[in-house]
Structure formats: structure tokens, C-alpha cells
């Protein structure tokens, strides 16, 4: 097996007042703006279910 080496990325976003960091190590490919998305769509949803219907 042909020796592999780790890359370490990351990548920081603010949504609403949280800033989030998405550090990802890997040995390939990785779209990090995939996994933001994900979780800015969770974060929505969550803050969503926690407020008060009016």
C-alpha cells in the first residue's frame, strides 16, 4: 500500500450570532460547503421547533 498523507482543512461561518468551524481531516476529496449547508439547515430547523407559534 502506497503511503497516504492526512490534510487537515477547515472552514468558519457565521449564521445568526453562532460562529461555526468545520475542520475536516481527510485523504481524498471532501466538499466542506456540503457539510456547512447541513448544519446551517439543522441550526434552522432547531431554532425553528424552540420558538413560540404566535
Do not use: H, W
Amino acid at each position: 500500500m502506497a503511503n497516504q498523507t492526512s490534510t487537515s482543512s477547515y472552514r468558519e461561518v457565521k449564521i445568526g450570532n453562532t460562529l461555526y468551524r468545520v475542520t475536516s481531516v481527510f485523504t481524498g476529496e471532501k466538499d466542506l460547503g456540503k457539510t456547512l449547508e447541513q448544519l446551517a439547515v439543522r441550526r434552522a430547523m432547531t431554532e425553528l421547533s424552540s420558538c413560540p407559534a404566535t
